[in-house]
Each structure stands twice: as structure tokens, then as C-alpha cells.
């Protein structure tokens, strides 16, 4: 299994993003896919998911990303995205795509539960 994560960048608080999460070597429907980040100093976070196709490709997200990012999945083309709006310098970190076929979902925050991760993306808000 490999995830290969893309689309970080220099913007500016207020401007957008969208990273895209591209996925081989599995059966990617049966996959719940979820993104994380790390800022430097700080443990690794939940960002979003989107669950496979036994829960339906639901997206779940962490409070303060609501209204802001929207998760979605292509299973055609093995990717998912994270649309990125209304950016603010607290969202800069490294983002990190990761995915596991068993994550049940009272812990799809939860990065241990996740066996494969891609390599991350550096997303970097200026004020």
C-alpha cells in the first residue's frame, strides 16, 4: 500500500488549498481515508476522514475545520481531497493522509488506528 500526498503551499490567511490523497495497492472503496496534521512543537491531529464504503463515505471533522475544509473521495481514481477555504495561520503543519480498512468509527481521530500513512504535505498560512 502506498499514499502519496500533495497540493501544500506558501498562501495567505483567507486564501485556499486543495490537497489530494492518491492511493495504490488496495481495495481503496473499502478504506476509510483520513487527514492529519502536525505543527512543529505539537502531537500529531485529526483533521478529517471519510469513512469506506461499509460506513457509507461519511466525512467527520474536527470542530474548528468545520465549514472551512470538505473531505471527499474518488474511488475511480484512488484519490481523496481536502478542500482547504478561509485558511488561517493556525492551520499551518505538516498534512498527512492515512488509511486503514478496520478503523471502526468511535476512532477514526485516532492516528495509532491507521496503518498506512503518506509521506505529508507542508501547508504554510501567513498572516
Known amino acids: 500500500v502506498q499514499l502519496q500526498a500533495s497540493g501544500g503551499g506558501l498562501v495567505q490567511a483567507g486564501d485556499s488549498l486543495r490537497l489530494s490523497c492518491a492511493a495504490s495497492?488496495?481495495?481503496?472503496?473499502?478504506?476509510?481515508v483520513g487527514w492529519f496534521r502536525q505543527a512543529p512543537g505539537k502531537e500529531r491531529e485529526f483533521v478529517a476522514v471519510?469513512?469506506?464504503?461499509?460506513?457509507?463515505?461519511?466525512?467527520y471533522y474536527v470542530d474548528d475545520v468545520k465549514g472551512r475544509f470538505t473531505i471527499s473521495r474518488d474511488n475511480a481514481k484512488n484519490t481523496v481531497a481536502l478542500e482547504m477555504n478561509s485558511l488561517k495561520p493556525e492551520d499551518t503543519a505538516v498534512y498527512y493522509c492515512?488509511?486503514?480498512?478496520?478503523?471502526?468509527?468511535?476512532?477514526?481521530?485516532?492516528?495509532?488506528?491507521?496503518?498506512?500513512w503518506g509521506q505529508g504535505t507542508q501547508v504554510t498560512v501567513s498572516s
Open positions: 492515512a488509511a486503514d480498512s478496520s478503523v471502526i468509527l468511535g476512532a477514526v481521530s485516532i492516528p495509532e488506528q491507521y496503518d498506512y
Open positions: 495497492g488496495l481495495t481503496f472503496r473499502s478504506y476509510t
Open positions: 471519510i469513512t469506506g464504503a461499509r460506513n457509507g463515505y461519511r466525512p
